[in-house]
């Protein structure tokens, strides 16, 4: 495991990190050898000063940081936002971040902004919005992004292309990479009733640049049947961890991110989680 110093813009170990929770700050400066790297939500450090960026600062003298936007709505009918890309650039510059990603979807439509990660059709003029999008983003940073597969909980007829097809074209039109979700994989496969195992199968792993794991919670729909709600507060279940020990033994060992947004758990739990991974990944790795 990492427990090195590193300097700002060293790309991610093919190991685990967390995503950073100010309440885990003192013991993953005094634990460094439990991660890899951290992620951020970039939304929650742009500003000049303050606890957040003094903590960030910090923490980048330690460990590598993956950036992770969650604001840029690239799937939304309107332009992007330049006063959100330009507080992004202005993060993305000092920071220098190892790894920078965004979500297909949508959060903002006419100057109203939603808290949530809404879906998007998979037609050729959508294509061609995010593309545009993500081309526009990756000029403006200086930099690629990697793209995060969604999690859904409902199908567009409109759809002209099965998802896999939409993403994959918009990594050989934009050059950007993939964020490959396996939470996702499993939300959307069980709302849909299809395979998820096929689906990472399909997928375009030599294009994933990192992957994220995390939990999720199980409701039911208005017909009884089961519906997954990506939510990121919970521990990641069996039928998760399964699906990523298939997906590594295809890929082999990539950077995989510990999600864990809501009812934030004690540090222990978080990095168990993460050494976890981080077995998972030195036994089933050596396959592919």
């Known amino acids: 495991m990492f427990d090195e110093l590193q300097e700002p813009g060293c790309v991610l ?5 967390v995503g950073f929770k100010h309440v885990h700050f003192n013991e993953i400066l005094n634990d460094c050898g439990r991660v890899a790297w951290l992620e951020i939500h970039a939304e929650n450090y742009m500003s000049e000063g303050g606890r957040n960026i003094a903590q960030l600062k910090k923490l980048r003298q330690h460990f590598p940081i993956s950036c992770h936007g969650v604001g840029l709505s690239i799937g939304g009918t309107n332009p992007l936002d330049k006063t959100h890309l330009r507080r992004l650039k202005t993060l993305v510059d000092w920071l220098v971040p190892a790894s920078f990603s965004e979500h297909l979807a949508w959060s903002s439509h006419d100057g109203q ?19 545009d999008h993500i081309d526009e983003v990756q000029e403006f940073l200086g930099r690629s992004l990697l793209l995060e597969n969604p999690s859904t909980y409902l199908v567009f007829e409109e759809s ?5 097809e939409f993403i994959s074209q918009i990594s050989k039109r934009t050059g950007c990479g ?6 996702n994989v499993f939300v959307s496969a069980t709302n849909h009733e299809t395979d998820p195992y096929s689906y ?15 939990g999720h919670a199980e409701d039911t729909d208005d017909e009884g049947a089961t519906l997954l709600i990506d939510n990121h507060g919970a521990e990641i279940v069996e039928p998760v961890w399964a699906l990523f020990e298939h997906t590594i033994k295809l890929s082999g ?32 790795a050596a396959f592919a």
């Open 253 to 284: 060992a990539l950077p995989t991110l510990i999600e864990w947004d809501n009812d934030v758990p004690e540090w222990k739990t978080l990095a168990a989680e993460a050494q976890r991974a981080h077995t998972a990944m030195e036994k089933f």
């Open 200 to 214: 990472i199968n399909e997928f375009p792993l030599a294009l994933v640049g990192e992957i994220h794991l995390g």
């Open 13 to 17: 170990p093919k190991s685990p990190g």
């Open 178 to 183: 993939l964020l490959l979700d396996v939470n």
């Open 113 to 131: 902004y939603y808290n949530d990660l809404l879906p998007v059709p998979y037609t050729r003029a959508a294509l061609d919005r995010v593309c």
């Open 160 to 164: 002209e292309m099965s998802e896999i």
